[in-house]
Protein backbone atom coordinates (compact mmCIF):
# COMPACT_ATOMS: atom_id res chain seq x y z
CA UNK A 1 0.00 0.00 0.00
CA UNK A 2 2.87 2.27 0.88
CA UNK A 3 4.74 1.60 -2.35
CA UNK A 4 1.33 2.75 -4.75
CA UNK A 5 0.64 5.65 -2.75
CA UNK A 6 4.23 6.71 -3.20
CA UNK A 7 4.31 5.90 -6.88
CA UNK A 8 0.84 7.90 -7.14
CA UNK A 9 2.13 10.65 -5.41
CA UNK A 10 5.73 10.83 -7.35
CA UNK A 11 3.44 10.50 -10.79
CA UNK A 12 1.65 13.65 -9.12
CA UNK A 13 4.24 15.98 -9.51
CA UNK A 14 4.55 16.32 -13.55
CA UNK A 15 0.95 15.74 -13.88
CA UNK A 16 0.11 19.35 -11.74
CA UNK A 17 3.44 20.95 -13.54
CA UNK A 18 1.45 20.05 -16.88
CA UNK A 19 -1.79 21.43 -15.15
CA UNK A 20 -0.80 24.54 -14.24
CA UNK A 21 1.35 24.95 -17.49
CA UNK A 22 -1.66 24.57 -19.33
CA UNK A 23 -4.04 27.50 -17.00
CA UNK A 24 -0.99 30.17 -17.81
CA UNK A 25 -1.10 29.05 -21.86
CA UNK A 26 -4.65 29.38 -21.70
CA UNK A 27 -5.26 32.53 -19.98
CA UNK A 28 -2.41 34.19 -21.90
CA UNK A 29 -4.70 32.95 -25.34
CA UNK A 30 -7.55 34.42 -23.36
CA UNK A 31 -9.10 37.68 -24.99
CA UNK A 32 -9.53 39.26 -21.60
CA UNK A 33 -6.76 42.01 -20.22
CA UNK A 34 -5.24 41.81 -17.34
CA UNK A 35 -4.63 45.66 -17.09
CA UNK A 36 -7.70 46.17 -17.81
CA UNK A 37 -9.41 43.55 -15.32
CA UNK A 38 -6.87 44.61 -12.64
CA UNK A 39 -8.04 48.89 -12.95
CA UNK A 40 -11.84 47.70 -13.42
CA UNK A 41 -14.42 51.05 -14.57
CA UNK A 42 -10.76 52.91 -14.02
CA UNK A 43 -9.68 51.28 -17.66
CA UNK A 44 -12.19 52.83 -19.11
CA UNK A 45 -10.81 56.36 -18.82
CA UNK A 46 -7.92 55.72 -18.38
CA UNK A 47 -4.72 56.98 -20.91
CA UNK A 48 -2.72 54.02 -23.05
CA UNK A 49 0.24 54.75 -21.28
CA UNK A 50 -1.22 54.40 -17.80
CA UNK A 51 -2.41 51.13 -19.11
CA UNK A 52 0.89 49.97 -20.51
CA UNK A 53 2.35 51.01 -17.62
CA UNK A 54 -0.06 48.63 -15.11
CA UNK A 55 0.51 45.63 -17.68
CA UNK A 56 4.04 45.99 -17.33
CA UNK A 57 3.62 46.37 -13.41
CA UNK A 58 1.35 43.36 -13.53
CA UNK A 59 4.01 41.05 -15.80
CA UNK A 60 1.49 41.30 -18.24
CA UNK A 61 3.73 41.60 -21.22
CA UNK A 62 6.13 39.12 -20.78
CA UNK A 63 5.93 35.28 -22.55
CA UNK A 64 3.13 33.39 -20.21
CA UNK A 65 6.08 30.70 -20.25
CA UNK A 66 8.10 33.28 -18.08
CA UNK A 67 5.44 33.63 -16.29
CA UNK A 68 4.63 30.29 -15.66
CA UNK A 69 8.35 29.73 -14.23
CA UNK A 70 8.51 32.18 -11.96
CA UNK A 71 5.44 30.77 -10.23
CA UNK A 72 6.20 27.60 -9.92
CA UNK A 73 9.54 28.24 -8.52
CA UNK A 74 8.09 30.52 -5.77
CA UNK A 75 5.00 27.86 -5.59
CA UNK A 76 8.25 25.69 -4.55
CA UNK A 77 9.37 27.55 -1.51
CA UNK A 78 5.86 28.36 0.20
CA UNK A 79 5.25 31.38 -2.18
CA UNK A 80 2.38 31.43 -4.39
CA UNK A 81 2.01 35.17 -5.12
CA UNK A 82 -0.26 37.59 -4.63
CA UNK A 83 -4.15 37.57 -6.16
CA UNK A 84 -4.35 40.66 -8.33
CA UNK A 85 -8.08 40.41 -8.46
CA UNK A 86 -8.67 40.48 -4.55
CA UNK A 87 -5.22 42.74 -3.69
CA UNK A 88 -4.73 39.40 -1.44
CA UNK A 89 -1.93 37.11 -1.26
CA UNK A 90 -2.67 33.63 -2.80
CA UNK A 91 -2.19 31.79 0.60
CA UNK A 92 -4.16 33.87 2.74
CA UNK A 93 -7.40 34.00 -0.54
CA UNK A 94 -7.45 30.19 -0.21
CA UNK A 95 -6.87 29.87 3.70
CA UNK A 96 -10.31 32.02 4.59
CA UNK A 97 -11.72 29.77 1.77
CA UNK A 98 -11.08 26.58 1.31
CA UNK A 99 -12.67 24.99 4.92
CA UNK A 100 -15.71 26.09 3.74
CA UNK A 101 -15.70 24.42 0.80
CA UNK A 102 -14.40 21.50 2.92
CA UNK A 103 -17.43 21.48 4.89
CA UNK A 104 -20.00 22.06 2.50
CA UNK A 105 -18.58 18.90 0.35
CA UNK A 106 -18.25 17.14 3.34
CA UNK A 107 -21.64 16.85 4.86
CA UNK A 108 -23.21 16.68 0.96
CA UNK A 109 -20.52 13.77 0.03
CA UNK A 110 -21.49 12.02 3.67
CA UNK A 111 -25.16 12.77 3.16
CA UNK A 112 -25.04 11.26 -0.72
CA UNK A 113 -23.39 8.09 0.09
CA UNK A 114 -25.67 6.91 2.97
CA UNK A 115 -28.64 8.01 1.62
CA UNK A 116 -27.74 6.46 -1.71
CA UNK A 117 -26.47 3.21 -0.06
CA UNK A 118 -29.69 2.82 1.83
CA UNK A 119 -32.26 3.40 -1.33
CA UNK A 120 -30.05 1.25 -3.55
CA UNK A 121 -30.35 -1.51 -0.79
CA UNK A 122 -34.04 -1.19 -0.53
CA UNK A 123 -34.24 -1.03 -4.19
CA UNK A 124 -31.97 -4.14 -5.22
CA UNK A 125 -34.25 -5.91 -2.64
CA UNK A 126 -36.98 -6.50 -4.76
CA UNK A 127 -36.12 -4.91 -8.32
CA UNK A 128 -38.74 -4.47 -10.33
CA UNK A 129 -41.14 -3.69 -7.67
CA UNK A 130 -43.17 -0.40 -7.03
CA UNK A 131 -40.25 1.07 -4.51
CA UNK A 132 -37.24 -0.02 -7.05
CA UNK A 133 -39.06 2.14 -9.90
CA UNK A 134 -40.21 4.76 -8.18
CA UNK A 135 -36.27 5.00 -6.51
CA UNK A 136 -35.00 4.34 -10.05
CA UNK A 137 -36.86 7.31 -11.87
CA UNK A 138 -35.91 9.60 -9.49
CA UNK A 139 -32.68 8.66 -9.77
CA UNK A 140 -32.69 9.26 -13.31
CA UNK A 141 -34.31 12.66 -12.91
CA UNK A 142 -31.76 13.99 -10.55
CA UNK A 143 -29.22 12.92 -12.75
CA UNK A 144 -30.40 15.03 -15.68
CA UNK A 145 -30.99 18.01 -13.38
CA UNK A 146 -28.10 20.40 -12.64
CA UNK A 147 -27.02 21.30 -9.73
CA UNK A 148 -28.15 25.54 -9.99
CA UNK A 149 -31.97 24.52 -11.05
CA UNK A 150 -32.15 22.49 -7.49
CA UNK A 151 -30.57 25.17 -5.76
CA UNK A 152 -32.77 27.85 -7.36
CA UNK A 153 -35.88 25.36 -6.67
CA UNK A 154 -34.81 24.67 -3.04
CA UNK A 155 -34.21 28.48 -2.50
CA UNK A 156 -37.82 29.21 -4.72
CA UNK A 157 -39.61 26.47 -1.69
CA UNK A 158 -38.12 26.21 1.37
CA UNK A 159 -36.59 29.91 1.90
CA UNK A 160 -39.21 31.90 0.05
CA UNK A 161 -42.35 29.74 -0.22
CA UNK A 162 -41.92 28.03 3.58
CA UNK A 163 -39.84 30.77 5.11
CA UNK A 164 -38.04 27.43 6.46
CA UNK A 165 -34.33 28.01 5.79
CA UNK A 166 -31.93 30.77 4.98
CA UNK A 167 -32.02 31.74 0.91
CA UNK A 168 -28.09 32.11 1.37
CA UNK A 169 -24.52 33.24 3.19
CA UNK A 170 -23.06 31.96 6.35
CA UNK A 171 -24.42 34.01 8.73
CA UNK A 172 -28.17 35.71 9.58
CA UNK A 173 -28.63 39.44 8.18
CA UNK A 174 -26.81 42.35 10.65
CA UNK A 175 -25.19 39.69 12.72
CA UNK A 176 -21.32 40.60 13.06
CA UNK A 177 -20.33 36.68 13.18
CA UNK A 178 -21.09 33.04 12.54
CA UNK A 179 -22.00 30.93 15.69
CA UNK A 180 -22.34 27.40 15.16
CA UNK A 181 -26.39 27.67 15.20
CA UNK A 182 -26.33 30.08 12.39
CA UNK A 183 -23.62 27.86 10.14
CA UNK A 184 -25.61 24.82 10.63
CA UNK A 185 -28.86 26.54 9.50
CA UNK A 186 -27.39 27.98 6.35
CA UNK A 187 -25.30 24.92 5.47
CA UNK A 188 -28.74 23.05 5.53
CA UNK A 189 -29.82 23.75 2.01
CA UNK A 190 -26.05 23.98 -0.25
CA UNK A 191 -25.47 20.61 1.63
CA UNK A 192 -28.31 19.00 0.84
CA UNK A 193 -28.95 20.10 -2.95
CA UNK A 194 -25.32 19.39 -3.73
CA UNK A 195 -26.01 15.50 -2.12
CA UNK A 196 -28.87 15.33 -4.08
CA UNK A 197 -26.66 16.34 -7.19
CA UNK A 198 -24.53 13.13 -6.72
CA UNK A 199 -27.09 11.28 -5.10
CA UNK A 200 -28.50 9.62 -8.30
CA UNK A 201 -25.06 7.97 -9.00
CA UNK A 202 -24.51 5.41 -5.83
CA UNK A 203 -27.83 4.83 -5.75
CA UNK A 204 -27.97 3.05 -9.60
CA UNK A 205 -24.41 1.91 -8.41
CA UNK A 206 -25.62 0.35 -5.09
CA UNK A 207 -28.62 -1.84 -6.70
CA UNK A 208 -26.80 -2.95 -9.54
CA UNK A 209 -24.09 -4.33 -7.47
CA UNK A 210 -26.11 -5.45 -4.14
CA UNK A 211 -29.02 -6.83 -7.31
CA UNK A 212 -25.98 -8.87 -8.94
CA UNK A 213 -24.74 -10.14 -5.84
CA UNK A 214 -27.90 -10.93 -4.43
CA UNK A 215 -28.38 -13.07 -7.54
CA UNK A 216 -25.04 -15.16 -7.15
CA UNK A 217 -24.35 -18.92 -5.52
CA UNK A 218 -23.00 -17.79 -2.17
CA UNK A 219 -25.69 -15.46 -0.99
CA UNK A 220 -28.16 -18.23 -2.50
CA UNK A 221 -26.44 -20.35 0.11
CA UNK A 222 -26.74 -18.18 2.68
CA UNK A 223 -30.62 -18.27 2.30
CA UNK A 224 -30.87 -21.71 1.93
CA UNK A 225 -28.77 -22.15 4.76
CA UNK A 226 -31.43 -20.27 6.86
CA UNK A 227 -29.69 -17.40 7.67
CA UNK A 228 -32.37 -14.25 8.36
CA UNK A 229 -32.86 -11.83 5.24
CA UNK A 230 -31.56 -8.78 7.07
CA UNK A 231 -28.25 -10.73 7.73
CA UNK A 232 -28.30 -12.23 4.11
CA UNK A 233 -28.31 -8.69 2.92
CA UNK A 234 -26.37 -6.61 4.87
CA UNK A 235 -23.84 -9.26 5.94
CA UNK A 236 -23.35 -10.62 2.51
CA UNK A 237 -24.54 -9.06 -1.00
CA UNK A 238 -24.04 -5.57 0.13
CA UNK A 239 -20.76 -6.18 1.00
CA UNK A 240 -19.60 -8.03 -2.29
CA UNK A 241 -22.16 -4.85 -4.10
CA UNK A 242 -20.28 -2.19 -2.49
CA UNK A 243 -17.16 -2.71 -4.20
CA UNK A 244 -17.84 -1.01 -7.44
CA UNK A 245 -19.02 2.16 -5.20
CA UNK A 246 -15.41 2.79 -3.60
CA UNK A 247 -13.93 3.41 -6.81
CA UNK A 248 -17.21 5.53 -7.59
CA UNK A 249 -15.99 7.55 -4.75
CA UNK A 250 -12.75 8.83 -6.30
CA UNK A 251 -14.24 9.66 -9.97
CA UNK A 252 -17.00 11.54 -8.35
CA UNK A 253 -14.88 14.31 -6.90
CA UNK A 254 -14.47 16.35 -9.98
CA UNK A 255 -18.16 16.51 -10.32
CA UNK A 256 -18.14 16.82 -6.63
CA UNK A 257 -16.12 20.08 -6.80
CA UNK A 258 -17.47 21.26 -10.11
CA UNK A 259 -21.06 20.78 -8.60
CA UNK A 260 -19.75 22.47 -5.04
CA UNK A 261 -19.16 25.61 -7.56
CA UNK A 262 -22.06 26.26 -8.88
CA UNK A 263 -23.82 26.08 -5.91
CA UNK A 264 -21.93 27.58 -3.53
CA UNK A 265 -22.35 30.68 -6.50
CA UNK A 266 -26.21 30.02 -5.90
CA UNK A 267 -25.88 30.27 -1.94
CA UNK A 268 -23.50 32.60 -2.15
CA UNK A 269 -21.30 30.52 0.16
CA UNK A 270 -18.19 32.22 1.10
CA UNK A 271 -15.79 29.24 -0.61
CA UNK A 272 -14.02 28.84 -2.90
CA UNK A 273 -16.58 29.47 -5.81
CA UNK A 274 -16.16 33.53 -5.45
CA UNK A 275 -12.80 33.03 -6.06
CA UNK A 276 -12.59 30.82 -9.05
CA UNK A 277 -14.83 33.00 -10.46
CA UNK A 278 -12.98 36.47 -9.94
CA UNK A 279 -9.67 34.99 -11.11
CA UNK A 280 -11.46 33.40 -14.25
CA UNK A 281 -12.98 36.56 -15.68
CA UNK A 282 -10.00 39.02 -14.38
CA UNK A 283 -7.57 36.52 -15.76
CA UNK A 284 -5.87 36.13 -12.06
CA UNK A 285 -2.87 33.80 -13.21
CA UNK A 286 -1.63 33.46 -9.48
CA UNK A 287 -4.77 32.34 -8.04
CA UNK A 288 -5.86 30.30 -11.21
CA UNK A 289 -3.53 27.98 -10.86
CA UNK A 290 -3.21 27.89 -7.16
CA UNK A 291 -7.21 27.05 -7.42
CA UNK A 292 -6.46 24.53 -10.34
CA UNK A 293 -3.38 22.93 -8.64
CA UNK A 294 -5.73 22.63 -5.77
CA UNK A 295 -8.65 20.90 -7.73
CA UNK A 296 -6.40 18.61 -9.05
CA UNK A 297 -4.13 17.28 -6.21
CA UNK A 298 -7.92 16.50 -4.83
CA UNK A 299 -9.17 14.50 -7.85
CA UNK A 300 -6.18 12.83 -7.35
CA UNK A 301 -6.14 12.55 -3.81
CA UNK A 302 -9.99 10.56 -4.27
CA UNK A 303 -8.21 8.29 -6.93
CA UNK A 304 -5.78 7.05 -4.57
CA UNK A 305 -8.46 6.90 -1.72
CA UNK A 306 -10.85 4.94 -3.82
CA UNK A 307 -7.88 1.83 -5.16
CA UNK A 308 -6.56 1.53 -1.93
CA UNK A 309 -10.20 1.11 -0.25
CA UNK A 310 -10.53 -1.45 -3.11
CA UNK A 311 -7.56 -3.27 -2.08
CA UNK A 312 -8.25 -3.53 1.22
CA UNK A 313 -12.29 -4.62 1.00
CA UNK A 314 -10.77 -6.99 -2.05
CA UNK A 315 -7.48 -8.54 -1.34
CA UNK A 316 -7.58 -10.39 -4.56
CA UNK A 317 -7.23 -7.04 -6.30
CA UNK A 318 -3.94 -6.03 -4.12
CA UNK A 319 -1.88 -2.53 -4.29
CA UNK A 320 0.32 -3.19 -7.78
CA UNK A 321 -1.61 0.11 -9.57
Known amino acids: MARMAGRRL ?48 LGADRPFTARWWDWLTSALTGDLGVSASLRQPVAQVIGERVGWSVLLCG ?38 APPFWLGLLAIWLFALKLDALPAGGLTDTGSDAATPGQIASHVVLPAAVLALSQLPWFVLYVRQGVGDALAEDPVRGARARGLRERTVLLGHALRSGLLPVLTLTGSRIPELITGALLVETVFSWPGIASATVEAATKVDFPLLAALTVLATAAVLAGNLLADLLYGLADPRVGFDG
Open 10 to 57: LAAVPVLAAVTFGVFALAAASPFDPAKAYAGSAALGARQDVLDQLRDN
Open 107 to 144: IAFALAVTAGTALGVLAARRRGGLFDRAVTSLAYALEA
